[in-house]
């Protein structure tokens, strides 16, 4: 079975800094590109990046590249989203996805990990 | 970016046809592929794929979910509309990057 499962959300300051990671399991992790979306509370689903299997090719959406970093480890079957500066506007939930590049679709999505910036 | 534009909302009876669109800034069709897929997604919960392709049915979705289109208009309909489909439903494009998704559209009972 296929599973994802985010974790490392919590209440931080604005300014400060924060690591999600989403480990899987059930498929093999390196076989596949992977992917970060988020939601903020009462919002729609925004397109954070997705990462290749072996790291050569990240690609962000523009307004985030400077805040976040996206990161494999296929040793530990885990993605990692490192966000930096943050802010009250990056309140939201953080999915992670698995990627299918036939059409460049996600097809399996973790539970998500909330993440609340506030003072 | 391509913008996917989706009406917010949609009333619809149970047992009838839900027929939900999205219009995309751009062509998001290549000669090989239509890069539009669906989504479904229900309060609490991550969002689910529904139709990759414009068209293609992902594993386990019931046949009463359909898609179609291409360049820029894309529909996703679902007949005969059950109580378990309340929940909103989100078009992604895959032509360009940043892969973009249209705001939702919340399915409600009428």
Redesign the interface.
Known sequence: EVKLVESGGGLVQPGRSLKLSCAASGFSFNDYWMGWVRQAPGKGLEWIGEINQDSSTINYTPSLKDKFTISRDNAQNTLYLQMSKLGSEDTAIYYCARALTSYWYFDFWGPGTMVTVSS | ?IVLTQSPALAVSLGQRATISCRASQSVSTSS?N?M?W?Q?KPG?????LI??AS?L?SSIPARFSGSGSGTDFTLTINPVQADDIATY?C?Q?RE????????TKLELK
């Open positions: 970016d592929y890069l897929h989504y997604q919960q991550q969002p689910k794929l990759y392709d293609n992902a989100y992604q895959s990057l940043p892969n973009t998704f249209g705001a939702g």
